[in-house]
């Protein structure tokens, strides 16, 4: 398996701006995780799915943003309209039901709003 | 929620023992997780603790006591390379539906020649 993929890498884009970043997880995991990650606050979790099923989205900071998990092979994080504080890596990570195993990450979005 | 403490940076020299303590606290808890991350990479996992004890893999071992909420990350014969942050994580059953995944602030250690 390639892992868990992300796109893009990299995103700059202006103030106001809709951003969708977007993740594929590993085949047959069972939970999808939405991070962000900054120098000030770490690594934040934002939002995580349950069998495509959004089970817990409280560290989502505010309305702009939002998950879907149309399917299992397909999530995506929007930012609509993005402000340069949105400004940071965000990780999607993908595990399985079984106790003990761990999250995969991918490899993450950089995303710049100027 | 969870609360999930950890020294933000520690300083050590190649070829010595660190041991980077995580304490938590949190209601459903199952399973805490070690992380390593590169500056620029995704966290890369290290090692899992659900029972009390000692658990060891090489040169990293970690440890975990669920009534004192506390873990820690034993890194020996420290090289160069595990100048890193370590990302202490805690699952824990929420809504009875799932299992959030929260991560602590990280500890950046940086290892000196």
């Known amino acids: 398996d390639a892992g868990v993929i992300q796109s893009p890498r990299h995103e700059v884009t202006e103030m106001g701006q809709e951003v969708t970043l977007r993740c594929k997880p590993i085949?047959?995991?069972?939970?999808l995780f939405w991070y962000r990650q900054t120098m000030m606050r770490g690594l934040e979790l934002l939002i995580y799915?349950?069998?495509?099923?959004?089970?817990?989205d409280s560290g989502m900071p505010e309305d702009r943003f939002s998950a879907k998990m149309p399917n299992a092979s397909f999530s995506t994080l929007k930012i609509q309209p993005s402000e340069p504080r949105d400004s940071a890596v965000y990780f999607c990570?993908?595990?399985?039901?079984?106790?003990?195993?761990?999250?995969?990450f991918g490899q993450g979005t950089r995303l710049t709003v100027v | 929620g969870q609360n999930i403490d950890q020294p933000t940076e520690m300083t050590a020299t190649e070829g010595a023992i660190v041991q980077i303590n995580c304490t938590y606290q949190?209601?459903?808890?199952?399973?805490l997780f070690w992380y390593q991350q590169h500056a620029g990479e995704a966290p890369t996992f290290l090692s899992y603790?659900?029972?009390?004890g000692l658990e060891e893999k090489g040169r990293f071992s970690s440890f975990l006591s669920r009534s004192k909420g506390y873990s820690y990350l034993l890194l020996k014969e420290l090289q160069m390379k595990d100048s890193a942050s370590y990302l202490c994580?805690?699952?824990?059953?929420?809504?009875?539906?799932?299992?959030?995944?929260?991560f602590g602030g990280g500890t950046r250690l940086m290892v000196k020649p």
């Open positions: 990570a993908s595990s399985l039901e079984l106790p003990g195993t761990e999250a995969f």
């Open positions: 085949s047959g995991h069972d939970y």
């Open positions: 799915f349950n069998n495509n099923v959004p089970i817990d």
């Open positions: 949190t209601s459903g808890f199952n399973g």
């Open positions: 603790n659900v029972l009390d």
């Open positions: 994580a805690v699952r824990d059953r929420s809504n009875n539906a799932g299992n959030m995944l929260t």
